[in-house]
């Protein structure tokens, strides 16, 4: 896949995956944040100690969803309720081992028919904006948009966050 950001054009690595048919999406539970916050604190890259301290807030009131192999968490996601037909995905984090081999994906089709039975129409989430050059963050927007989230707008600077990190928001109908 080629992606072209202002006039400098990049390459991405393309992942094949098969869904882990020993894994499982289920609630979580307050007794799972240690676990979570493991996960983002392993990739560091995307989270710095500043967003730790917020997620382990966020995690506490958020509803949780984690993807779980063999008893163990290998990733999860935090959905926030913004109104009676939209949600937000606050978080979402997967083991550096177990990424590109489905986990996300199947994480975001569950939460996303899980809503869907909750008449949630809606689902966002906030990230890096692409005028970052950050390698990360490039892939974060493909995996979003790979799975049918759409980039609705930049704001920059973003009011919660430090300043040089615009905030690209995208949507998805579920």
């Given at each position: 896949?080629?992606?072209v950001?202002?006039?400098?054009?990049?390459?991405?690595?393309?992942?094949?995956?098969?869904?882990?048919?020993?894994?499982?999406?289920?609630?979580?539970?307050?007794?799972?944040?240690?676990?979570c916050l493991?996960?983002?604190?392993?990739?560091?890259?995307?989270?710095?100690?500043k967003a730790?301290?917020?997620?382990?807030?966020?995690l506490?009131e958020?509803?949780?969803?984690?993807a779980v192999d063999?008893d163990e968490?290998i990733?999860?996601?935090?959905?926030?309720?913004?109104?009676s037909?939209v949600a937000e995905?606050s978080?979402?984090?997967v083991k550096?081992k177990?990424?590109?081999?489905?986990?996300?994906?199947?994480?975001?089709?569950?939460?996303?028919?899980?809503?869907?039975?909750q008449?949630?129409?809606?689902?966002?989430?906030?990230?890096?904006?692409?005028?970052?050059d950050?390698?990360p963050?490039?892939?974060?927007?493909?995996f979003?948009?790979?799975?049918?989230?759409?980039?609705l707008?930049?704001i920059d600077?973003f009011p919660?966050w430090?300043?040089?990190?615009?905030?690209?928001?995208?949507?998805?109908v579920?």
């Amino acid at each position: 896949m080629l992606l072209v950001t202002g006039l400098v054009s990049k390459r991405l690595p393309k992942y094949r995956f098969e869904y882990q048919r020993n894994m499982q999406v289920r609630k979580g539970s307050k007794e799972h944040i240690e676990a979570c916050l493991s996960i983002a604190k392993e990739v560091s890259q995307y989270f710095p100690e500043k967003a730790i301290a917020a997620m382990s807030q966020d995690l506490q009131e958020h509803r949780l969803y984690i993807a779980v192999d063999s008893d163990e968490v290998i990733g999860f996601v935090a959905i926030q309720i913004k109104s009676s037909q939209v949600a937000e995905i606050s978080w979402m984090a997967v083991k550096a081992k177990r990424q590109h081999q489905g986990v996300g994906s199947q994480l975001i089709d569950h939460i996303a028919d899980d809503l869907k039975g909750q008449e949630i129409r809606l689902l966002q989430v906030k990230t890096l904006a692409s005028n970052v050059d950050y390698a990360p963050y490039e892939l974060t927007r493909q995996f979003y948009e790979k799975r049918g989230f759409v980039h609705l707008e930049t704001i920059d600077p973003f009011p919660e966050w430090e300043p040089g990190n615009p905030g690209a928001i995208y949507v998805k109908v579920v």
